[in-house]
Structures are given as structure tokens and as C-alpha cells.
């Protein structure tokens, strides 16, 4: 349900993306997802069995958001992580800086490689 309110959240042409990288969780199993890949012609990928390392730069980033975000945290009802996740989102992306980007915040350095 997770992935599937993700997907109908995308406020961008879905059509625009290529590829759609996943390790082999169960929670990419279904057909909705297969279907949604399908219509906007989006190309599946998957990290290899046992191979965490196919996955490293997203691991490391939902390690950093656990640790920085989640961990310690009771969130009272899901508009409350929704408000808070989409604020941490905005401040990881904008004012945050990233040692690994030279120290610019992504928003930043994507600007800087356009």
C-alpha cells in the first residue's frame, strides 16, 4: 500500500521516468505496481539476491533518514509523519549539506551538474 500511495503521489509525469530500481522486497510484489511500471512504460530493475551493495547509495540515504529522523521519534497519526517527512525531505534536500556532494546540499549540486 506503502509504494502504491507513493506512486499516486508523484506530482510529475510519470511517463518522464525510465527505469524504477528496487532491491527484491516484498512490498514491490504485486500487480498494481507491475501494472503502473507497464501503462507508463518504465523499466523494471532489480538488485541481485544477497547483493546490498547493488542497493548502497539508497541504503545509505533511508540509514540517514532512520537516524536522523525516525529513531526516537512516536508520530500520533499518519498526517503528523506526513507533515514532518515532507519537512526533513525539504530540509535534507535544501539546507542540509552532504560531505559525499562536496559539501553542497543536493539541491545544490544537482543545479551545479545540469
Not at 2 to 14: E, I, K, M
Not at 30 to 42: C, G, Y
Request: hydrophobic content about 35%.
Amino acid at each position: 500500500a506503502l509504494v502504491q500511495r507513493a506512486f499516486s503521489g508523484v506530482n510529475d509525469n510519470l511517463n518522464r521516468l525510465e527505469l524504477f530500481h528496487t532491491d527484491r522486497g516484498n512490498e514491490f510484489k504485486n500487480k498494481l505496481i507491475d501494472q503502473a511500471l507497464e501503462t507508463f512504460d518504465i523499466e523494471r530493475s532489480l538488485s541481485n539476491r544477497g547483493t546490498p551493495y547493488d542497493n548502497a547509495v539508497a541504503e545509505a540515504t533511508f540509514k540517514t533518514i532512520k537516524t536522523e529522523f525516525v529513531y526516537g521519534r512516536v508520530f500520533t497519526c499518519q498526517h503528523e509523519l506526513d507533515y514532518e517527512l515532507f519537512d526533513y525531505v525539504n530540509w535534507f534536500n535544501n539546507i542540509r549539506i552532504h560531505e559525499s556532494l562536496d559539501y553542497l546540499t543536493p539541491s545544490e549540486y544537482k543545479l551545479m551538474h545540469l
